[in-house]
Every structure is written in C-alpha cells, then in structure tokens.
C-alpha cells in the first residue's frame, strides 16, 4: 500500500488501507475466498484489532507509567499506528483524554493522524512537547529518528543482542527510570 502512505491518512483512510493490505496477503497466499466471505472475516478482524483483545501489555509496563507519573514525569507516546491506538490505550486503562491529571499517558500520537511516520514523527512531536528521551525497539525509525530529532534515545532490546552499541539499552521497561534520573 505505498501509494496511500501512513495507513491511508489525507487518501483511502486506514478501514481500507488495511482492508486493502490483507486481501493482498489473501490472494498471495492463493487463498479462494468470495468476496463477501472476506469481509466478513476482515471486518471482525479489524474490529478485534482495534481492542485490547488482540493486545498484550508487557508485565511491568503499569508499574513503570505509575512510577514515571509519580516522578511528574509526562508520558507522550509517539506510534507508527492509525487511530485505534487511542481506543487500545484507553481500553488497558492507560490513556484517558477526558481526565489528563489521571491518565498515566498525556497524548497519543500517531503517523496516521500527523501524517508522518518515525522517524520524521519524532520531530514533528519534539516541536510540541520538551522531549527528554525517547524509548523505543527500532534501531531506524525509534534511536536514528530520536537522535536527529535531538532527543536521548532509549533502545529496548528484549533479548539482549547488543545491537544498539552507542545509545542506552534496556531489556525491559523497568530500565528507563534508571536512564531518567
């Protein structure tokens, strides 16, 4: 789906970006489908996609947001993603945009919705908040993009293969408050 970058944003919009991506990896497979037989089976899908059925936090991950909360410490996440992160985030129970004071993540923002993907993103976010790091598990698009946006990048490397050199490295995300203070 090239022609319609960032999951279809300002063109096709992400229902039939994706749509448009999973009848592509349908007929690669030669799976016979009739038309109205994938519909039905990607609109179910795409609806489960877009809850927190189909997504696992990792163990500590409420445990670090409170402790970065209790550290007035403000939680931006910047995601390659369409909408329905928003709707994944406050369905765990981490993002509440009508309560800010109370939300352990202050703002979502997505390629789809600015129009850009990392590590462009990075820098479009770094204009909005005073970014002091940024941790993600991408050398390219999360520690590349951190570093020209000006930002400590944080790299979270689970299985420990020591690719990421030069910046900060973390298993879990247990390890950013360590990097923080």
Known sequence: MREHPNFGCGSIGCYQWWKGLVRELYLSS???MKDYQFSFVFDDTFRQFRTSECWEMFPETLSVLQELQAGDVDVVV???FDEGLVN???QHGLYKPGDIANSLIKEVITSYEYGVAKPDLLRTVKE???ITAH???S???DVIGAEK???LPIFVDRRNSGVCKDHPSIETLSGILEHLN
């Open 128 to 130: 909005k908040w005073d």
């Open 78 to 80: 910047t995601s390659d």
């Open 135 to 137: 941790v993600g598990d």
């Open 30 to 32: 030669n799976i016979d």
């Open 139 to 141: 050398l390219g698009r």
């Open 88 to 90: 994944i985030l406050q």
């Open 149 to 151: 946006a000006g930002v």
